[in-house]
């Protein structure tokens, strides 16, 4: 059950029969309400009363409900998954941040300082190569038809954001692959670049949500569960066994009572850590978690991100776009649907040509 408390940001202290924790409203506002939640030994959801006390108050409530708002354990236990990929090297990191410092700036080219930067770490032969693919299936335009271009040349075709979130994904993907075990690492990668590449078209046919977040938002998700593959092999096989027929449907509920935590915050970590700012723990953590009243979000951030699911989730599998009700601007003009649709059509009928994220090495 749910108790509702008129109390904003406030600690609540719970204890169950072995434990007591601290949990923290995630939302400021007039009500928060509480989701508390208890992990028994197994893992497994403990459904047993918990005592309640906000500043004097007390009550009794039950445990292992719909859990809306996390609470501060699940947000630590999500930064140590993220930290299972290991310590991100200061070249990768400083150069997102620097990226990501100018694109907040208002900057839409990169500075001479971030083309040579950036330009040093295409010393990996995979790492021009990915970046030269990426940059052909999402803006062949500023390419201009050309095979060969100079690292230099390269770089610049990208936008700031745009150039921190493939660099962001590359990173994430070279380390999964390191770290997972192969059966299970192979069985996501084909989906992972096809909603990757999907997230990339939605955000250039939709200009408010843009290709960055776009890109960010196709890949995130399957990155984020990696983590889990790699502490708990056989419990992530037994997930994946669990979504049936829908094996990329995220079970959010499924993920907290297994790990603790939802991949939807590991993702948000992820990206903190990464260098594209703390902002996108929460943005992340919450917007990546498609409800079934999603459309009523308020926060236009977490609405973007929701709404970007829920067109690369239609268009993998219908290749239509999703039968909802749209905000204006977060509907594509008419042509620009008609190149959209046209491009998934491509990029579905054609997956290995652009497989860009797997030509990322693992060593360099």
């Not at 599998?317 to 009700?325: A, F, K, L, M, Q």
């Amino acid at each position: 059950m749910r108790s509702s408390i008129k109390y904003s940001k406030k600690i609540a202290k719970f204890s169950t029969e072995s434990t007591e924790k601290t949990c923290y409203t995630v939302f400021g506002g007039l009500v928060c309400e509480f989701f508390l939640y208890s992990m028994a030994p197994s893992g497994k959801n403990r459904l047993s009363n918990v005592c309640l006390d906000l500043d004097g108050q007390t009550g009794v409530i039950k445990v292992g409900m719909v859990k809306k708002n996390f609470d501060k354990d699940s947000w630590e236990i999500a930064q140590a998954y993220a930290g299972k990929l290991g310590e991100i090297p200061v070249s990768f990191s400083s150069t997102i941040r620097l990226l990501m410092m100018e694109y907040e700036q208002g900057s839409q080219k990169l500075s001479p300082a971030n083309q040579s930067q950036t330009a040093m770490m295409l010393g990996s032969k995979s790492l021009h190569s990915m970046l030269h693919s990426a940059a052909r299936l999402l803006f062949g335009d500023r390419l201009d038809n050309q095979s060969e271009v100079s690292k230099r040349e390269l770089v610049t075709l990208f936008r700031p954001y745009e150039l921190a979130s493939i660099l962001a994904l590359a990173y994430l993907f070279r380390r999964s692959r390191r770290g997972v075990t192969t059966p299970l690492f192979d069985n996501r990668v084909s989906r992972l670049q096809l909603e990757t590449n999907i997230g990339a078209l939605i955000g250039s046919a939709i200009p408010i949500i843009g290709l960055p977040l776009g890109l960010l938002c196709g890949g995130t998700p399957i990155l984020a569960e990696f983590p889990f593959a790699m502490h708990d092999p056989s419990g992530y096989d037994d997930y994946l066994k669990h979504r049936g027929d829908r094996p990329y449907q995220q079970d959010s509920e499924y993920e907290k009572a297994r790990w603790g935590c939802t991949a939807s915050q590991v993702a948000g970590c992820l990206l903190q850590l990464l260098g594209l700012g703390k902002v996108q723990v929460e943005l992340f953590g919450h917007g990546l978690i498609v409800g079934d009243h999603f459309e009523s979000i308020e926060n236009e951030e977490i609405y973007k991100i929701s709404l970007s699911r829920v067109w690369i989730t239609a268009l993998v599998e219908t290749g239509r776009p999703p039968e909802i009700t749209h905000r204006g601007a977060y509907y594509p003009r008419q042509v620009d649907l008609d190149t959209l649709l046209k491009k998934i059509q491509m990029v579905k009928e054609s997956p290995t040509e652009f497989c860009w994220l797997t030509a990322v090495g693992e060593q360099d």
